[in-house]
Protein backbone atom coordinates (compact mmCIF):
# COMPACT_ATOMS: atom_id res chain seq x y z
CA UNK A 1 0.00 0.00 0.00
CA UNK A 2 1.33 3.70 -0.63
CA UNK A 3 -0.47 6.93 -0.12
CA UNK A 4 0.82 10.13 -1.72
CA UNK A 5 -0.36 13.67 -2.19
CA UNK A 6 -1.84 14.28 -5.22
CA UNK A 7 -3.34 17.40 -4.90
CA UNK A 8 -4.30 20.59 -3.08
CA UNK A 9 -7.00 18.46 -1.60
CA UNK A 10 -6.51 14.65 -2.97
CA UNK A 11 -4.12 11.93 -1.65
CA UNK A 12 -3.47 9.03 -3.91
CA UNK A 13 -4.09 5.26 -2.59
CA UNK A 14 -2.23 2.67 -3.86
CA UNK A 15 -3.19 -0.89 -3.12
CA UNK A 16 -1.11 -2.37 -6.46
CA UNK A 17 0.53 -2.02 -9.64
CA UNK A 18 -1.52 -4.72 -11.59
CA UNK A 19 -5.08 -5.25 -13.01
CA UNK A 20 -6.69 -8.35 -10.79
CA UNK A 21 -9.49 -9.66 -9.13
CA UNK A 22 -7.69 -9.86 -6.04
CA UNK A 23 -6.41 -5.59 -6.03
CA UNK A 24 -9.91 -4.90 -7.36
CA UNK A 25 -11.09 -6.39 -4.21
CA UNK A 26 -8.63 -4.38 -2.00
CA UNK A 27 -10.03 -1.11 -3.77
CA UNK A 28 -13.58 -2.20 -3.26
CA UNK A 29 -12.66 -2.71 0.82
CA UNK A 30 -10.41 0.53 0.86
CA UNK A 31 -13.17 2.81 -0.18
CA UNK A 32 -15.91 1.32 2.38
CA UNK A 33 -13.22 2.04 4.85
CA UNK A 34 -12.29 5.95 3.71
CA UNK A 35 -15.41 6.41 3.13
CA UNK A 36 -16.32 5.45 6.84
CA UNK A 37 -13.51 6.71 8.37
CA UNK A 38 -13.55 10.20 6.56
CA UNK A 39 -17.20 10.55 7.09
CA UNK A 40 -18.35 14.11 5.82
CA UNK A 41 -15.02 15.58 4.91
CA UNK A 42 -15.29 13.16 2.52
CA UNK A 43 -15.90 14.73 -1.15
CA UNK A 44 -15.25 12.39 -3.34
CA UNK A 45 -14.03 8.66 -4.27
CA UNK A 46 -12.48 7.60 -7.63
CA UNK A 47 -11.67 4.24 -7.30
CA UNK A 48 -9.69 2.18 -10.46
CA UNK A 49 -7.96 -0.96 -11.14
CA UNK A 50 -5.14 -0.65 -8.67
CA UNK A 51 -6.15 2.53 -6.95
CA UNK A 52 -8.41 4.95 -4.73
CA UNK A 53 -8.25 9.04 -5.51
CA UNK A 54 -9.34 10.35 -1.88
CA UNK A 55 -10.87 14.17 -2.51
CA UNK A 56 -10.82 16.00 0.78
CA UNK A 57 -13.09 19.24 2.17
CA UNK A 58 -9.44 21.46 2.49
CA UNK A 59 -11.03 23.98 4.74
CA UNK A 60 -12.56 21.35 6.92
CA UNK A 61 -9.23 19.34 7.77
CA UNK A 62 -5.97 18.74 6.29
CA UNK A 63 -3.77 16.74 4.22
CA UNK A 64 -1.75 14.94 7.57
CA UNK A 65 -5.57 14.26 9.35
CA UNK A 66 -6.60 12.78 6.31
CA UNK A 67 -3.52 10.37 5.56
CA UNK A 68 -3.35 9.55 9.13
CA UNK A 69 -7.35 8.69 9.63
CA UNK A 70 -7.03 6.57 5.56
CA UNK A 71 -3.45 4.95 7.32
CA UNK A 72 -5.60 3.60 9.72
CA UNK A 73 -9.08 2.94 7.53
CA UNK A 74 -6.92 0.75 5.70
CA UNK A 75 -4.77 -1.02 7.75
CA UNK A 76 -6.96 -3.14 9.87
CA UNK A 77 -8.56 -3.90 5.97
CA UNK A 78 -9.37 -7.59 5.28
CA UNK A 79 -7.77 -7.86 1.82
CA UNK A 80 -7.48 -11.48 1.54
CA UNK A 81 -10.27 -13.30 0.21
CA UNK A 82 -12.97 -11.88 -2.24
CA UNK A 83 -15.51 -9.56 -1.10
CA UNK A 84 -19.15 -10.29 -1.66
CA UNK A 85 -20.16 -9.15 -4.71
CA UNK A 86 -22.82 -8.50 -7.13
CA UNK A 87 -23.48 -10.60 -10.29
CA UNK A 88 -25.04 -8.87 -13.17
CA UNK A 89 -26.37 -10.70 -16.04
CA UNK A 90 -25.99 -8.34 -19.39
CA UNK A 91 -28.12 -9.57 -22.61
CA UNK A 92 -26.17 -9.37 -25.57
CA UNK A 93 -27.13 -10.14 -29.52
CA UNK A 94 -23.65 -11.01 -30.60
CA UNK A 95 -24.02 -10.40 -34.71
CA UNK A 96 -22.34 -9.03 -37.49
CA UNK A 97 -25.48 -6.68 -37.98
CA UNK A 98 -24.65 -5.42 -34.56
CA UNK A 99 -20.82 -5.68 -34.64
CA UNK A 100 -18.74 -4.52 -37.52
CA UNK A 101 -15.93 -6.19 -35.75
CA UNK A 102 -17.05 -9.24 -35.18
CA UNK A 103 -16.05 -11.11 -38.58
CA UNK A 104 -12.31 -9.03 -38.54
CA UNK A 105 -11.54 -9.98 -35.00
CA UNK A 106 -12.94 -13.70 -35.85
CA UNK A 107 -10.75 -14.03 -38.88
CA UNK A 108 -7.80 -12.26 -37.07
CA UNK A 109 -7.65 -14.72 -33.94
CA UNK A 110 -7.62 -17.64 -36.18
CA UNK A 111 -11.83 -18.88 -34.72
CA UNK A 112 -14.77 -19.02 -36.12
CA UNK A 113 -18.12 -16.30 -35.22
CA UNK A 114 -19.17 -18.73 -32.68
CA UNK A 115 -15.73 -19.62 -30.79
CA UNK A 116 -15.89 -15.48 -30.42
CA UNK A 117 -19.16 -15.35 -29.35
CA UNK A 118 -18.21 -18.45 -26.45
CA UNK A 119 -15.23 -16.98 -25.40
CA UNK A 120 -16.42 -13.47 -24.86
CA UNK A 121 -19.81 -14.45 -22.71
CA UNK A 122 -18.70 -17.77 -20.73
CA UNK A 123 -15.97 -15.50 -19.03
CA UNK A 124 -17.07 -13.86 -16.03
CA UNK A 125 -15.90 -9.88 -16.02
CA UNK A 126 -14.91 -7.91 -13.05
CA UNK A 127 -16.05 -4.13 -13.16
CA UNK A 128 -12.58 -2.62 -12.37
CA UNK A 129 -13.18 1.20 -12.84
CA UNK A 130 -16.06 3.56 -14.57
CA UNK A 131 -14.66 6.68 -16.27
CA UNK A 132 -14.06 8.51 -20.13
CA UNK A 133 -18.34 8.89 -20.13
CA UNK A 134 -20.62 8.64 -17.34
CA UNK A 135 -21.76 5.15 -16.90
CA UNK A 136 -18.23 3.49 -18.83
CA UNK A 137 -17.17 0.58 -16.82
CA UNK A 138 -14.26 -0.84 -18.05
CA UNK A 139 -14.57 -4.80 -17.83
CA UNK A 140 -11.91 -7.35 -17.58
CA UNK A 141 -10.12 -9.24 -18.40
CA UNK A 142 -10.99 -10.53 -21.57
CA UNK A 143 -9.64 -14.07 -22.56
CA UNK A 144 -6.17 -13.60 -24.69
CA UNK A 145 -7.20 -15.30 -27.54
CA UNK A 146 -10.10 -12.64 -28.66
CA UNK A 147 -8.11 -9.63 -27.07
CA UNK A 148 -7.92 -7.08 -30.09
CA UNK A 149 -5.78 -3.85 -30.12
CA UNK A 150 -8.12 -0.34 -30.41
CA UNK A 151 -8.89 0.51 -34.20
CA UNK A 152 -5.95 2.70 -36.12
CA UNK A 153 -9.12 5.38 -36.95
CA UNK A 154 -11.64 5.64 -34.37
CA UNK A 155 -15.20 5.47 -35.07
CA UNK A 156 -16.91 9.04 -34.95
CA UNK A 157 -20.22 7.10 -34.04
CA UNK A 158 -20.83 4.61 -31.82
CA UNK A 159 -24.46 3.58 -31.15
CA UNK A 160 -25.36 3.44 -27.60
CA UNK A 161 -25.44 -0.42 -26.57
CA UNK A 162 -22.52 -0.95 -28.12
CA UNK A 163 -20.81 -4.00 -26.71
CA UNK A 164 -16.78 -3.87 -27.87
CA UNK A 165 -13.21 -5.32 -27.10
CA UNK A 166 -10.36 -3.26 -26.29
CA UNK A 167 -7.05 -5.26 -25.59
CA UNK A 168 -8.07 -7.29 -22.47
CA UNK A 169 -10.85 -5.08 -21.36
CA UNK A 170 -14.42 -5.33 -22.57
CA UNK A 171 -17.07 -2.60 -22.50
CA UNK A 172 -20.53 -1.60 -23.33
CA UNK A 173 -21.02 2.25 -24.68
CA UNK A 174 -23.56 4.12 -22.38
CA UNK A 175 -24.35 6.84 -25.16
CA UNK A 176 -23.82 7.11 -27.95
CA UNK A 177 -20.50 8.33 -28.81
CA UNK A 178 -17.25 8.27 -30.82
CA UNK A 179 -14.93 5.04 -30.19
CA UNK A 180 -12.03 2.63 -31.28
CA UNK A 181 -12.76 -0.45 -29.52
CA UNK A 182 -13.66 -3.36 -31.39
CA UNK A 183 -17.66 -3.64 -31.89
CA UNK A 184 -18.74 -7.32 -31.52
CA UNK A 185 -22.47 -6.90 -30.43
CA UNK A 186 -25.15 -5.30 -28.54
CA UNK A 187 -26.58 -5.19 -25.53
CA UNK A 188 -30.32 -3.44 -24.94
CA UNK A 189 -29.42 -2.81 -21.50
CA UNK A 190 -28.85 0.83 -20.38
CA UNK A 191 -25.57 1.40 -19.01
CA UNK A 192 -26.48 5.17 -17.79
CA UNK A 193 -30.12 6.58 -17.24
CA UNK A 194 -29.74 9.90 -15.51
CA UNK A 195 -33.64 9.36 -14.94
CA UNK A 196 -33.34 5.77 -13.20
CA UNK A 197 -32.00 5.17 -9.29
CA UNK A 198 -29.37 3.75 -9.61
CA UNK A 199 -28.61 5.51 -12.81
CA UNK A 200 -26.26 2.08 -13.78
CA UNK A 201 -26.62 -1.27 -13.26
CA UNK A 202 -23.36 -2.27 -12.43
CA UNK A 203 -20.68 -0.53 -9.76
CA UNK A 204 -17.09 -0.89 -9.80
CA UNK A 205 -16.57 -4.41 -8.20
CA UNK A 206 -19.29 -5.73 -9.82
CA UNK A 207 -19.08 -9.31 -11.40
CA UNK A 208 -20.66 -9.41 -14.85
CA UNK A 209 -21.60 -11.83 -16.93
CA UNK A 210 -22.81 -11.69 -21.21
CA UNK A 211 -25.79 -13.71 -22.21
CA UNK A 212 -26.20 -14.12 -25.80
CA UNK A 213 -29.53 -13.28 -27.13
CA UNK A 214 -30.90 -13.66 -30.70
CA UNK A 215 -32.09 -10.88 -32.80
CA UNK A 216 -35.65 -11.05 -31.80
CA UNK A 217 -35.29 -11.06 -27.91
CA UNK A 218 -33.32 -8.13 -28.49
CA UNK A 219 -35.73 -6.41 -29.82
CA UNK A 220 -38.16 -7.36 -27.71
CA UNK A 221 -35.61 -6.07 -24.66
CA UNK A 222 -35.59 -2.50 -26.46
CA UNK A 223 -32.58 -2.67 -28.68
CA UNK A 224 -32.47 -0.41 -30.84
CA UNK A 225 -30.54 -1.71 -34.12
CA UNK A 226 -30.04 2.40 -35.89
CA UNK B 1 -40.31 35.08 -13.18
CA UNK B 2 -37.88 34.61 -15.47
CA UNK B 3 -34.93 35.96 -17.80
CA UNK B 4 -35.31 35.60 -21.33
CA UNK B 5 -31.99 34.86 -23.02
CA UNK B 6 -32.54 36.78 -26.22
CA UNK B 7 -28.98 36.24 -27.59
CA UNK B 8 -26.55 33.33 -25.63
CA UNK B 9 -23.30 34.51 -26.87
CA UNK B 10 -20.26 32.29 -27.66
CA UNK B 11 -21.01 30.12 -24.59
CA UNK B 12 -23.04 30.63 -21.76
CA UNK B 13 -23.64 27.92 -19.30
CA UNK B 14 -25.85 27.72 -15.94
CA UNK B 15 -23.58 26.34 -13.17
CA UNK B 16 -23.82 26.11 -9.40
CA UNK B 17 -20.64 25.07 -7.59
CA UNK B 18 -20.51 21.83 -9.19
CA UNK B 19 -21.65 18.10 -9.11
CA UNK B 20 -19.74 16.54 -6.16
CA UNK B 21 -19.56 12.86 -5.13
CA UNK B 22 -20.77 11.21 -8.58
CA UNK B 23 -17.65 10.24 -9.95
CA UNK B 24 -17.54 6.82 -9.15
CA UNK B 25 -19.92 6.57 -11.77
CA UNK B 26 -18.14 8.50 -14.38
CA UNK B 27 -19.60 11.95 -13.44
CA UNK B 28 -16.84 14.85 -13.93
CA UNK B 29 -17.75 17.98 -11.20
CA UNK B 30 -18.52 20.72 -13.86
CA UNK B 31 -19.46 23.96 -11.95
CA UNK B 32 -17.59 27.43 -12.37
CA UNK B 33 -14.50 28.00 -13.64
CA UNK B 34 -13.85 31.04 -11.52
CA UNK B 35 -15.04 30.02 -8.39
CA UNK B 36 -14.35 32.83 -6.93
CA UNK B 37 -16.17 35.34 -8.88
CA UNK B 38 -18.74 32.73 -8.87
CA UNK B 39 -18.87 33.06 -5.29
CA UNK B 40 -18.66 36.92 -4.72
CA UNK B 41 -21.57 37.20 -7.55
CA UNK B 42 -23.56 35.15 -4.78
CA UNK B 43 -22.46 36.69 -2.12
CA UNK B 44 -23.40 40.35 -3.15
CA UNK B 45 -26.82 39.29 -3.97
CA UNK B 46 -27.07 37.66 -0.31
CA UNK B 47 -27.60 34.03 -2.33
CA UNK B 48 -26.65 30.73 -0.66
CA UNK B 49 -23.35 29.67 -2.10
CA UNK B 50 -24.26 27.20 -4.21
CA UNK B 51 -27.22 29.23 -6.19
CA UNK B 52 -27.10 28.65 -10.11
CA UNK B 53 -25.53 31.44 -12.00
CA UNK B 54 -24.80 31.85 -16.33
CA UNK B 55 -21.36 31.70 -16.58
CA UNK B 56 -20.81 33.66 -19.84
CA UNK B 57 -17.43 32.76 -21.61
CA UNK B 58 -16.01 35.29 -23.43
CA UNK B 59 -19.23 37.62 -24.13
CA UNK B 60 -22.06 38.39 -26.09
CA UNK B 61 -25.10 37.58 -23.92
CA UNK B 62 -28.52 39.28 -24.06
CA UNK B 63 -31.42 38.70 -21.63
CA UNK B 64 -34.31 40.37 -20.54
CA UNK B 65 -35.96 40.49 -17.50
CA UNK B 66 -40.13 39.12 -17.26
CA UNK B 67 -40.52 40.68 -13.58
CA UNK B 68 -38.32 42.86 -10.96
CA UNK B 69 -35.18 41.71 -9.64
CA UNK B 70 -31.33 41.85 -8.02
CA UNK B 71 -28.93 41.24 -11.03
CA UNK B 72 -25.45 41.37 -10.40
CA UNK B 73 -22.22 40.33 -12.55
CA UNK B 74 -18.63 39.39 -11.70
CA UNK B 75 -15.73 38.24 -13.11
CA UNK B 76 -14.00 39.22 -16.59
CA UNK B 77 -14.54 43.21 -17.20
CA UNK B 78 -17.46 42.51 -19.92
CA UNK B 79 -19.05 45.99 -20.33
CA UNK B 80 -22.96 45.63 -18.96
CA UNK B 81 -25.14 47.60 -20.52
CA UNK B 82 -29.09 47.60 -18.92
CA UNK B 83 -31.61 49.23 -21.41
CA UNK B 84 -28.43 50.53 -23.19
CA UNK B 85 -26.86 52.24 -20.09
CA UNK B 86 -23.59 51.85 -18.44
CA UNK B 87 -23.56 50.13 -15.59
CA UNK B 88 -20.54 48.78 -13.16
CA UNK B 89 -19.91 44.89 -12.56
CA UNK B 90 -19.37 43.70 -8.90
CA UNK B 91 -22.42 45.84 -7.97
CA UNK B 92 -26.19 44.66 -7.61
CA UNK B 93 -28.33 46.46 -10.00
CA UNK B 94 -32.21 46.55 -9.76
CA UNK B 95 -34.01 45.97 -12.58
CA UNK B 96 -37.37 45.79 -13.60
CA UNK B 97 -39.82 44.09 -16.20
CA UNK B 98 -38.69 44.77 -19.46
CA UNK B 99 -35.05 45.21 -18.84
CA UNK B 100 -32.54 44.60 -21.29
CA UNK B 101 -29.46 43.33 -20.47
CA UNK B 102 -26.06 43.14 -22.47
CA UNK B 103 -23.06 41.73 -22.03
CA UNK B 104 -20.33 43.28 -24.45
CA UNK B 105 -17.03 40.64 -25.44
CA UNK B 106 -14.48 40.36 -22.81
CA UNK B 107 -11.88 43.28 -22.39
CA UNK B 108 -9.56 41.35 -20.33
CA UNK B 109 -10.13 37.39 -19.10
CA UNK B 110 -12.52 35.30 -20.42
CA UNK B 111 -15.33 34.46 -17.60
CA UNK B 112 -18.38 36.26 -16.16
CA UNK B 113 -20.86 35.27 -13.68
CA UNK B 114 -24.27 36.80 -14.16
CA UNK B 115 -26.50 35.70 -10.97
CA UNK B 116 -30.33 37.45 -9.92
CA UNK B 117 -31.62 37.40 -6.05
CA UNK B 118 -32.31 33.90 -4.92
CA UNK B 119 -30.36 32.24 -8.01
CA UNK B 120 -32.08 30.56 -11.05
CA UNK B 121 -34.54 27.99 -10.01
CA UNK B 122 -33.51 24.84 -12.23
CA UNK B 123 -33.91 21.28 -11.27
CA UNK B 124 -31.03 19.63 -10.12
CA UNK B 125 -29.08 16.35 -11.82
CA UNK B 126 -27.58 14.21 -9.57
CA UNK B 127 -27.58 16.85 -6.91
CA UNK B 128 -26.47 19.87 -9.02
CA UNK B 129 -27.44 21.74 -11.33
CA UNK B 130 -24.09 22.16 -13.07
CA UNK B 131 -23.97 22.35 -17.18
CA UNK B 132 -21.75 19.36 -18.49
CA UNK B 133 -22.09 19.97 -21.99
CA UNK B 134 -19.92 16.57 -22.73
CA UNK B 135 -22.20 14.98 -20.18
CA UNK B 136 -25.29 16.52 -21.64
CA UNK B 137 -26.39 16.85 -18.47
CA UNK B 138 -27.28 19.97 -16.03
CA UNK B 139 -28.77 23.89 -16.80
CA UNK B 140 -31.80 23.53 -18.99
CA UNK B 141 -31.45 20.42 -20.87
CA UNK B 142 -27.45 19.88 -20.66
CA UNK B 143 -25.97 21.85 -23.30
CA UNK B 144 -25.40 25.81 -23.69
CA UNK B 145 -28.07 28.87 -23.44
CA UNK B 146 -30.19 29.44 -26.42
CA UNK B 147 -31.79 31.95 -27.83
CA UNK B 148 -35.72 31.45 -26.59
CA UNK B 149 -34.33 29.88 -23.21
CA UNK B 150 -36.87 30.80 -20.43
CA UNK B 151 -34.36 30.90 -17.24
CA UNK B 152 -37.05 30.53 -13.98
CA UNK B 153 -36.18 32.97 -11.02
CA UNK B 154 -38.11 34.40 -8.12
CA UNK B 155 -39.66 38.15 -8.59
CA UNK B 156 -37.58 40.07 -6.01
CA UNK B 157 -38.42 43.96 -5.58
CA UNK B 158 -36.40 44.93 -2.36
CA UNK B 159 -33.22 43.70 -1.15
CA UNK B 160 -29.67 45.07 -0.06
CA UNK B 161 -27.84 46.82 -2.87
CA UNK B 162 -24.19 45.97 -2.42
CA UNK B 163 -20.75 46.53 -4.27
CA UNK B 164 -17.27 45.53 -4.26
CA UNK B 165 -15.24 48.53 -4.12
CA UNK B 166 -13.16 48.83 -7.19
CA UNK B 167 -9.93 48.26 -5.61
CA UNK B 168 -10.58 44.99 -4.79
CA UNK B 169 -11.81 43.93 -8.36
CA UNK B 170 -9.43 41.37 -9.16
CA UNK B 171 -7.03 41.78 -12.09
CA UNK B 172 -7.07 39.13 -15.10
CA UNK B 173 -3.57 39.41 -16.25
CA UNK B 174 -2.53 37.34 -20.12
CA UNK B 175 1.06 36.54 -17.90
CA UNK B 176 0.57 34.46 -15.00
CA UNK B 177 2.01 32.07 -12.65
CA UNK B 178 0.37 28.41 -11.32
CA UNK B 179 1.37 26.79 -8.14
CA UNK B 180 2.13 23.72 -8.59
CA UNK B 181 2.41 20.70 -5.74
CA UNK B 182 4.96 18.43 -7.44
CA UNK B 183 3.27 14.84 -8.55
CA UNK B 184 3.60 11.69 -6.94
CA UNK B 185 4.87 10.00 -10.56
CA UNK B 186 7.67 13.03 -10.84
CA UNK B 187 10.38 10.02 -10.23
CA UNK B 188 9.14 9.28 -13.94
CA UNK B 189 10.44 13.00 -14.99
CA UNK B 190 13.96 13.16 -14.74
CA UNK B 191 15.74 16.48 -13.30
CA UNK B 192 15.78 18.05 -15.88
CA UNK B 193 12.86 17.62 -16.96
CA UNK B 194 11.60 19.09 -14.07
CA UNK B 195 13.51 21.97 -14.06
CA UNK B 196 12.92 22.52 -17.20
CA UNK B 197 9.18 22.26 -16.56
CA UNK B 198 9.64 24.96 -14.02
CA UNK B 199 11.98 27.09 -15.69
CA UNK B 200 10.50 28.24 -18.92
CA UNK B 201 7.39 29.66 -19.67
CA UNK B 202 4.56 28.26 -21.34
CA UNK B 203 1.46 29.72 -23.98
CA UNK B 204 -2.13 28.63 -23.75
CA UNK B 205 -2.51 26.91 -27.12
CA UNK B 206 -5.59 26.57 -29.32
CA UNK B 207 -6.83 23.20 -28.27
CA UNK B 208 -8.60 25.08 -24.21
CA UNK B 209 -12.06 24.31 -23.07
CA UNK B 210 -13.93 23.07 -19.85
CA UNK B 211 -11.93 20.13 -20.45
CA UNK B 212 -8.33 21.23 -19.90
CA UNK B 213 -5.71 23.37 -21.01
CA UNK B 214 -3.20 22.60 -23.45
CA UNK B 215 -0.09 24.28 -23.05
CA UNK B 216 2.53 25.02 -25.64
CA UNK B 217 6.48 25.31 -24.53
CA UNK B 218 9.14 22.96 -24.01
CA UNK B 219 8.67 19.39 -24.29
CA UNK B 220 8.42 17.55 -21.15
CA UNK B 221 10.16 14.29 -21.34
CA UNK B 222 8.66 11.10 -19.40
CA UNK B 223 10.40 7.72 -19.32
CA UNK B 224 7.12 6.11 -19.48
CA UNK B 225 4.01 6.68 -22.28
CA UNK B 226 1.40 5.67 -19.74
CA UNK B 227 0.15 4.56 -16.24
CA UNK B 228 -2.71 1.85 -15.36
CA UNK B 229 -6.01 4.64 -15.11
CA UNK B 230 -6.34 6.24 -11.64
CA UNK B 231 -8.87 8.92 -10.86
CA UNK B 232 -7.66 12.23 -11.53
CA UNK B 233 -7.79 15.27 -9.43
CA UNK B 234 -8.65 19.16 -10.03
CA UNK B 235 -5.64 21.03 -11.73
CA UNK B 236 -4.23 17.73 -12.58
CA UNK B 237 -0.98 18.72 -14.71
CA UNK B 238 -1.06 15.79 -17.53
CA UNK B 239 2.30 15.17 -20.06
CA UNK B 240 1.15 13.19 -22.89
CA UNK B 241 3.39 11.91 -25.15
CA UNK B 242 4.14 15.11 -27.25
CA UNK B 243 5.38 16.15 -24.18
CA UNK B 244 2.93 19.54 -24.17
CA UNK B 245 1.65 20.06 -20.58
CA UNK B 246 -2.71 19.93 -20.24
CA UNK B 247 -3.78 20.98 -17.08
CA UNK B 248 -7.23 19.54 -16.18
CA UNK B 249 -9.97 21.76 -15.37
CA UNK B 250 -14.06 21.45 -14.30
CA UNK B 251 -14.98 19.20 -16.88
CA UNK B 252 -12.31 16.68 -16.85
CA UNK B 253 -12.49 12.55 -17.63
CA UNK B 254 -12.95 11.26 -14.15
CA UNK B 255 -10.02 8.20 -14.66
CA UNK B 256 -7.24 8.62 -16.90
CA UNK B 257 -3.74 7.26 -17.81
CA UNK B 258 -1.58 9.71 -18.77
CA UNK B 259 1.36 10.37 -16.34
CA UNK B 260 0.70 13.62 -14.28
CA UNK B 261 4.34 15.73 -13.33
CA UNK B 262 1.87 17.63 -10.85
CA UNK B 263 -1.23 19.51 -9.35
CA UNK B 264 -1.76 23.26 -9.55
CA UNK B 265 -3.45 24.84 -6.91
CA UNK B 266 -7.38 25.72 -7.54
CA UNK B 267 -6.85 29.41 -6.55
CA UNK B 268 -4.29 29.76 -9.87
CA UNK B 269 -6.82 27.12 -12.26
CA UNK B 270 -9.48 29.69 -11.90
CA UNK B 271 -6.80 32.52 -13.17
CA UNK B 272 -5.82 30.04 -15.92
CA UNK B 273 -9.10 29.41 -17.30
CA UNK B 274 -9.34 33.32 -17.41
CA UNK B 275 -6.97 33.42 -20.23
CA UNK B 276 -7.34 33.00 -24.01
CA UNK B 277 -4.80 31.47 -26.54
CA UNK B 278 -1.32 33.20 -26.49
CA UNK B 279 -1.91 33.98 -22.48
CA UNK B 280 1.48 33.72 -20.65
CA UNK B 281 1.99 30.83 -18.14
CA UNK B 282 4.60 29.91 -15.90
CA UNK B 283 4.70 26.81 -12.96
CA UNK B 284 6.56 27.41 -9.44
CA UNK B 285 6.62 24.69 -7.06
CA UNK B 286 5.16 24.66 -3.69
CA UNK B 287 4.53 22.03 -0.62
CA UNK B 288 1.37 20.31 0.05
CA UNK B 289 1.40 22.58 3.05
CA UNK B 290 2.04 26.22 1.29
CA UNK B 291 -1.02 25.17 -0.64
CA UNK B 292 -3.30 24.51 2.54
CA UNK B 293 -2.04 27.73 3.95
CA UNK B 294 -2.90 29.58 0.37
CA UNK B 295 -6.73 27.87 0.41
CA UNK B 296 -7.21 28.62 3.76
CA UNK B 297 -5.92 32.60 3.39
CA UNK B 298 -8.06 32.78 0.21
CA UNK B 299 -11.02 31.61 2.35
CA UNK B 300 -10.34 34.08 5.06
CA UNK B 301 -10.28 36.91 2.45
CA UNK B 302 -13.14 36.33 0.56
CA UNK B 303 -15.52 35.81 3.10
CA UNK B 304 -13.72 39.68 4.55
CA UNK B 305 -14.27 41.88 1.53
CA UNK B 306 -16.11 45.12 2.26
CA UNK B 307 -19.30 44.83 0.52
CA UNK B 308 -20.97 48.21 1.67
CA UNK B 309 -24.41 48.56 0.52
CA UNK B 310 -25.41 51.94 -1.66
CA UNK B 311 -28.31 53.96 -1.88
CA UNK B 312 -30.24 55.05 -5.17
Redesign the interface.
Known amino acids: MEL???????V?LYLG???SPDISARVQAAATAVERALGEHL???????????I?YD??AT??YAVAERVRQAVAGLDTTGETDSREICLPVYYDPETGADLEGLAERAGLSIQEVIALHSETEYRVY????????A?LGQVDERIAAPRLATPRQRVPRGAVAIADRQTAVYP?ESPGGWNLIGRCPTRM?D?DAEP??PV??GDRVRFEPISRARFLELGGELS | MSLEVLQPGLMSLLQDRGR????????T?GGPLDPEAHALCNRLLGNDGNATVVEVSFGGLVVKATEDTLLCVTGAPMPLRINDQPRDMWRVHRVAAGDEIALDFAESGCRAYLGVAGGLRVPP??GSTATVP????GGLNGGKLQPGDVLPCAAVSSGTLRYLPRSYWPHYARDITLRV?P??QQAHFSRLQQRRFFSHAYTVGERCDRMGYRLEGPAIECDIEGI?????????IQIPADGQPIVLLNDR????GYPKIG?A??LDVARLAQLTPGGRVHFAAIT??A??NA??LA?HRLRNLPLPEYRV
Open positions: HQAGECAMTTTVDLVPSYASLLIPLDHAIGFAPGFYAFPAMAV | FGRQRIGLTRFREKLIGYLSEGICFGAQTIGALSPHAHLHD
